[in-house]
């Protein structure tokens, strides 16, 4: 069984900075690539960044692209989501998940198997 537990949300005023983690445990983190999601209120769940298994390649929703980084411990089993310049259109629940085949990288919801509590990210303007 495959944990994943969200930490670092917060209330920010527009323009700060947040750092979002995502610890795993149950399988071998390093064989898959993992995921960052977003739903706000009244809306889809939606992409915002993934990575490579190895960390090699990363990919963004443009909307994020420039502000947000992703990156990877894979001796540390965690995931994590640098958020800059964050703007109210930010705000959402934040989910990390894990892509259901090894070695694959994707951007669907349904892509991914296991999926973190969430972590609330409010930004105020």
């Known amino acids: 069984q495959v944990q994943l537990v969200e930490s670092g949300g917060g209330l920010v005023q527009a323009g700060g900075s947040l750092r979002l983690s995502c610890a795993a445990s149950g399988r071998t983190f390093s064989s898959y690539a993992m995921g960052w999601f977003r739903q706000a209120p009244g809306k889809e769940r939606e992409f915002v960044a993934a990575?490579?298994?190895?960390?090699?390649?990363?990919y963004y929703v443009d909307s994020v692209k420039g502000r947000f980084t992703i990156s990877r411990d894979n001796a540390k089993r965690t995931v994590y989501l640098q958020m800059n310049s964050l703007k109210p259109e930010d705000t959402a629940v934040y989910y990390c998940a894990t892509t259901a085949l090894p070695r694959v990288v994707a951007r669907g919801v349904t892509d991914y198997d296991y999926w973190g509590q969430g972590t609330q990210v409010t930004v105020s303007s």
């Open positions: 990575i490579s298994w190895s960390g090699s390649s990363t």
